[in-house]
Each structure stands twice: as structure tokens, then as C-alpha cells.
């Protein structure tokens, strides 16, 4: 079962944050080109995928408390013991784990709070005919910062510092 736990959370991952981080490092140019209906679809992308991301979350827990539950017979043991029970994968007092969610919990809220109401206005904006230029920074800006922080995660996830 932890096996299936740990597939499902990297598909998740893969499925949810991908396209979420791609939506957002992207979402600048149909502002660039004042297509309301590209900058729809950003927002309507990142609203989805932003949601779902808290997949990866959940699942994460899921597996992290699967793990320590003495699945396999006797709990307490790591992967890299000379017994072969249950892999341990961190628990919430571990600074790689707490700081991950973190830095999830600001992405989405860069995402929901700033990327999406300001995409759904420059949507509202370029139907009206008017310009939509100064939106672009904003965008651009919150988009990179969404990229950076899902590049930590993953550094965080691979590295887990202080384990």
C-alpha cells in the first residue's frame, strides 16, 4: 500500500503542480497580447490546478502517517535498516516536510490571491477595449515566484535536509 501511496503522491505532482507551474510562468503572455481569451484560460487553469494541487498535499500526509502506522509489522523502522519494515518518510517536526507546505501554502495563495483576480480583471479590461500593459508585471512577477517556490519543494522533497 505505501507503494501506491508514494505512485499516487508523484502523479499528483506530476499531473496537478506541472500544468499549474506551467500556467502560471506563462500566464503574462495573453496579457502581452491583449487575448481575453487566453488570459481566461490562464485564470481558469490556475484556479483548477491550484485546487487540486492540494492532492499532492493530502496524499503526501497520507503516505507520511501510512509509513510511521507499522504497515509491514514493526513500526519505527527506516528503509535503510537491516530490517526491511516500512519505509519512513519524514514526519511534520522535520524542517524539509513543515517548510514544504509552507512554501505550497504561499504558492496557491500567490496563485488564488494574486494570479487569478488579476488575470479575471485583465480578462474584464481587454473585452473592454482598454489596456491591459501595466497588469503584465504583476503577473509575470507573481508567475516567477510561483515557479521558484515549486522548484524549492522539489529540492526540499529530493534532499530533505535535517533528515
Do not use: C
Request: a positive charge; hydrophobic letters at 55%; glycine letters at 12%.
Amino acid at each position: 500500500m505505501t507503494k501506491f501511496l508514494l505512485a499516487l503522491h508523484l502523479i499528483f505532482a506530476v499531473f496537478a503542480v506541472g500544468p499549474l507551474v506551467h500556467a502560471a510562468t506563462t500566464a503574462g503572455r495573453g496579457i502581452r497580447k491583449a487575448d481575453a481569451a487566453a488570459t481566461a484560460s490562464s485564470a481558469r487553469m490556475l484556479r483548477i490546478y491550484g485546487i487540486a494541487s492540494a492532492l499532492v498535499i493530502i496524499s503526501g500526509i497520507v503516505l507520511m502517517y501510512r509509513s510511521r502506522s507499522g504497515e509491514y509489522g514493526i513500526q519505527g523502522y527506516s528503509a535503510l535498516s537491516v530490517y526491511r519494515g516500512p519505509p519512513h518518510f519524514g514526519e511534520f517536526s522535520q524542517t524539509w516536510i513543515w517548510l514544504s507546505i509552507v512554501l505550497w501554502a504561499l504558492a496557491i495563495a500567490l496563485v488564488l490571491f494574486v494570479l487569478v483576480p488579476t488575470l479575471n480583471r485583465a480578462t474584464k479590461l481587454i473585452a473592454e477595449g482598454e489596456t491591459v500593459g501595466a497588469l503584465t508585471g504583476r503577473v509575470a512577477g507573481a508567475g516567477g515566484v510561483v515557479g521558484v517556490l515549486f522548484v524549492v519543494i522539489v529540492v526540499l522533497m529530493v534532499y530533505r535536509p535535517g533528515q
